[in-house]
């Protein structure tokens, strides 16, 4: 296994202030594809890395310059 810098993990209130949806569009999105899959932190715990919120949300600024 590679040693990779992992950056913070966020839970899903902090992924709400930083995106602006809801936990209803978070996981319907998730569902969609669209929008990055939390990683499972224990039974019932999940985050997400931020790392790839902030490429998803570098994504629809790309998205919407075009």
Same mark, same amino acid.
């Given at each position: 296994? %590679?040693n %990779?810098s992992?950056?913070? *993990?966020?839970? *899903? @209130?902090?992924v709400?202030a930083k995106v602006?949806l809801?936990k @209803?569009?978070?996981?319907?999105?998730v569902?969609l594809?669209?929008?990055?899959?939390?990683i499972k *932190?224990?039974?019932?715990?999940?985050?997400?890395?931020?790392d790839?919120l902030?490429a998803?949300?570098?994504a *629809?600024?790309q998205q919407a310059? %075009?």
């Amino acid at each position: 296994m %590679q040693n %990779q810098s992992i950056g913070p *993990l966020l839970r *899903l @209130s902090s992924v709400e202030a930083k995106v602006g949806l809801k936990k @209803s569009e978070i996981y319907r999105r998730v569902k969609l594809g669209t929008f990055p899959a939390p990683i499972k *932190l224990g039974a019932r715990a999940v985050a997400w890395p931020m790392d790839a919120l902030d490429a998803w949300v570098k994504a *629809l600024i790309q998205q919407a310059a %075009q």
